[in-house]
């Protein structure tokens, strides 16, 4: 049994964002969630939110036991990129990009469990 939660729209650029969702592809979700909160990147936050999400729609939507799952896909895709502008000396245009991420986590039951 599959079980998936998205959070879109996240303001963190998804490279940074990749970096915390590597150190805990393949953890069980309680202990993803223990070493996450320790962690002290922005992106850790945002994957505790959604890691616990999923972990609810486990418990209560498929009546799964939350020390049964692991971590099976976790992954952050580009989400679209917001244009602004700075200015810059002598009345130029320096451009500024604001990267925004979408995260995707699917739990699936131990093996054996």
């Known amino acids: 049994m599959e079980v998936q939660a998205k959070t879109s729209f996240l303001s963190i650029s998804p490279q940074k964002l990749r970096l ?10 309680v ?3 223990t070493v996450l909160q320790f962690m002290p990147q922005k ?3 945002f994957v505790v939110k959604t890691l616990k999400s999923a972990i609810a729609n486990a418990e209560n939507n498929y009546d799964l036991d939350p020390d ?7 992954f952050a895709d580009d989400g679209p990129r917001l244009k ?7 009345g130029r245009y320096k451009p500024r ?4 991420a979408h995260l995707t986590i699917v739990l699936q039951e131990r093996e054996g469990a």
């Open 31 to 33: 202990q993803a969630v």
């Open 97 to 100: 990009v604001r990267r925004t």
């Open 68 to 74: 049964t799952l692991i971590v099976a896909q976790i």
């Open 43 to 45: 992106g850790a936050t």
């Open 84 to 90: 602004r502008m700075k200015a810059g000396a002598r």
């Open 20 to 29: 915390v969702c590597d150190k805990v592809r393949g953890m069980g979700a």
